[in-house]
């Protein structure tokens, strides 16, 4: 068994699931992702830790980590480490007078507090072969293509202002929503 070193790569709400949402996690170096169906609570703890929001009383996850910092206690690493049944199961693994300790965790949670320790996110390389998306990596993405006087291999010459067009239906198809809105705006200063 090896871990896998996971990024964060969005939130997305899941309609399928009842208005829970997808917490969408990629490799750090590769092309996998790994979707996992959580609440919405603990949606919105990890959505406010990425945009930075502090709200003005602490959350549960806020409050679980200011009991760890109490103890002089870090959380080195989430670890996601089995699936079963189509249910994820996570470990927080801290740091505690000079010995690591694992404690059972839902994935949400153990994310959560991954994001207030800045805290890596690893995989069970098995987990990730069994519940993981390949992407394919595209050889030159469009905006390198933009940056370059050469197209994308396999696309005809494009116009600027067709290659954003392209560019933002991508990252929509693969709700990179924040990309999208970037290249929206660039879109609209063309045209305006």
């Known amino acids: 068994m090896s871990k896998v070193l996971m990024e964060i790569l969005g939130l997305s709400t899941s309609p399928s699931s009842g208005g829970a949402y997808a917490l969408i996690l990629t490799e750090a170096e590769g092309n996998q992702r790994l979707?996992?169906?959580?609440?919405?609570?603990?949606?919105?703890?990890?959505?406010?830790?990425?945009?930075?929001?502090?709200?003005?009383?602490?959350?549960?996850?806020?409050l679980l980590k200011n009991f760890f910092l109490s103890?002089?206690?870090?959380?080195?690493?989430?670890?996601?480490?089995?699936?079963?049944?189509?249910?994820?199961?996570?470990?927080?693994?801290?740091?505690?007078?000079?010995?690591?300790?694992?404690?059972?965790?839902?994935?949400?949670?153990?994310?959560?507090?991954?994001?207030?320790?800045?805290?890596?996110i690893y995989v069970n390389d098995e987990v990730l072969?069994?519940?993981?998306?390949?992407?394919?990596?595209?050889?030159?993405?469009?905006?390198?293509?933009?940056?370059?006087?050469?197209?994308a291999p396999g696309q005809k010459e494009l116009t600027q202002l067709e290659k954003l067009e392209k560019e933002l239906q991508t990252a929509i198809e693969t709700e990179n929503y924040e990309k999208a809105a970037k290249i929206r705006d660039r879109i609209s200063k063309m045209k305006g």
């Open 71 to 120: 103890f002089d206690t870090q959380v080195k690493q989430v670890f996601i480490n089995d699936l079963s049944e189509g249910t994820f199961y996570a470990q927080i693994i801290f740091e505690r007078e000079n010995q690591l300790v694992e404690l059972d965790a839902r994935p949400s949670d153990a994310i959560a507090l991954a994001v207030r320790f800045n805290a890596p």
């Open 129 to 151: 072969k069994e519940a993981g998306i390949s992407t394919e990596p595209e050889s030159q993405t469009l905006e390198e293509a933009l940056k370059s006087d050469e197209p």
């Open 35 to 62: 979707p996992i169906i959580i609440g919405s609570f603990e949606a919105q703890a990890i959505a406010l830790e990425l945009e930075n929001i502090k709200p003005p009383r602490p959350m549960t996850h806020d």
